[in-house]
């Protein structure tokens, strides 16, 4: 790790031109998704009339605003299989590409827009819905201006609170503030650490159980938690590096553990990402001589059939120079590798059962999940960079999820580590957008 965020070349994947992670966790992720509606217009003609179900809807800059809908009567009754086009201002988009829909009624006589895209500027707007032998319907789109900090979730997408402009986002809910503190945006801004100049990983557990380490500007070292007031990493030398939960790594090139001040590794050049399974934590390191171990809890174990060169990834896994992936044991889980990203749990899934993103020399994305196969992804372009679980950053910064193709944010400028707390199926990525980009292009 280098100074904030702070990661060794050999920690888990890439992030390109943006790259920065540590991992969060906690009851804080479950966190709603952002879309206003206000009250329902009346518009009376005869024959065919159209309407909106809103006379307004409103959102904050880039997101999304989702199900509204037209709707087509005949003196007051519904009338499917009507054509209706609707048209957006330019500076909205319908998710998927381009300004105009056109869709026909159903039995009810509705139809459902698809998503509509939000510019990242303060505005108000109209859209129009037209069909044949009707007159036209409008109602008023209104966006907030976008904030710069924002978390996506698996409620969706909301503002950061809390932590300004300049942050950077660490996992989690968790911000390293432009003034140096560590806040938690999922717990009403709580203040985890001030003065901070290096963060590790967050360790999580289950529920708003998690760890990280941080080191001081002055160089001394602790130990922030939920809900508590940080601590001193107990033995932790001055100006140690954070690596993940209690772990920090000395001058010295010794793992050292901040809740007893054990060395728990002597003699350490690079580690991967710390994992937990659900009863133990593993993180893979590549040694001063060039061999291989890994810790299983505080317990260092060696990795003899690692390929010589190789680069810890996470938990008990190594990239080899020639790109497969690579276990503790020798097993090759997968060829071809150019790139991966953050190794997670399945949401709500049974021990020990996760996947990997990965991008192949070819460009292609896929899916490695436990037991060596792998999934094909959808909608993720060729060259895209694999963030975490099934997530993915594309080369025009948008993060799309290769389990069904849906774009969750756009104008990324920085993530943090997605975090999920063990067998839940809640959970977050931090990140940092342009609002200048971050709408619809």
Request: aromatic residues 6%; hydrophobic residues 35%; contains cysteine.
């Amino acid at each position: 790790m280098t100074e904030v965020p702070q990661t060794p070349a050999s920690v888990v994947g890439e992030r390109g031109a943006i790259g920065r992670r540590s991992l969060l966790g906690g009851s804080a992720l479950a966190i709603p998704a952002i879309m206003l509606a206000t009250s329902t217009p009346a518009f009376a003609a005869s024959g065919t009339t159209l309407a909106f179900d809103r006379s307004s809807y409103s959102g904050e800059g880039c997101s999304t605003i989702s199900g509204a809908r037209v709707s087509a009567t005949d003196n007051g009754s519904a009338k499917a299989g009507v054509a209706v086009t609707v048209s957006l201002p330019s500076n909205y988009a319908f998710d998927g590409g381009g300004t105009t829909h056109t869709g026909t009624t159903g039995s009810d006589g509705s139809l459902t827009l698809p998503d509509i895209l939000l510019p990242g500027n303060s505005n108000t707007s109209t859209a129009t819905a037209t069909a044949s032998g009707a007159a036209a319907a409008t109602t008023s789109l209104i966006g907030s201006a976008a904030p710069e900090a924002v978390l996506v979730t698996d409620s969706g997408k909301v503002t950061a609170s809390g932590v300004g402009t300049g942050a950077t986002p660490l996992g989690g809910t968790l911000y390293l503030t432009s003034d140096k503190r560590v806040i938690d945006t999922g717990n009403n801004a709580a203040v985890v650490s001030t003065d901070v100049a290096a963060a590790g990983h967050i360790y999580v557990t289950t529920g708003n159980t998690w760890t990280i380490p941080l080191r001081k500007s002055d160089g001394s070292c602790v130990l922030g938690s939920a809900g508590s007031a940080e601590r001193p990493a107990a033995g932790v030398p001055s100006g140690s590096t954070p690596v993940a939960g209690v772990l920090f790594h000395t001058s010295d090139k010794r793992i050292v553990s901040g809740d007893s001040g054990a060395t728990v590794c002597s003699d350490v050049d690079t580690w991967g990402q710390m994992y937990f399974n659900g009863t133990d934590r593993f993180v893979p390191l590549k040694l001063t001589d060039g061999s291989f171990a890994y810790l299983q809890n505080e317990t260092v174990i060696a990795a003899n059939n690692v390929p010589s060169g190789s680069t810890p990834a996470a938990a008990r896994f190594w990239l080899s120079s020639d790109g497969r992936i690579v276990e503790f044991n020798g097993n090759v889980w997968a060829n071809n590798v150019a790139a991966h990203g953050q190794i997670a749990l399945n949401p709500s899934a049974s021990f020990d059962s996760w996947q990997m993103p990965l991008r192949k020399n070819d460009g292609s994305s896929v899916l490695l999940v436990n037991y060596g196969s792998e999934n094909a992804t959808t909608g993720v372009p060729s060259g895209s960079t694999p963030l975490a679980h099934t997530l993915f950053l594309t080369s025009d910064k948008r993060i799309i999820d290769g389990s069904n193709g849906k774009v969750l944010s756009r104008g990324v400028t920085a993530t943090g580590d997605y975090a999920q707390p063990f067998q839940d199926s809640s959970w977050a990525i931090p990140l940092t957008q342009d609002p200048a980009t971050c709408g619809p292009r």
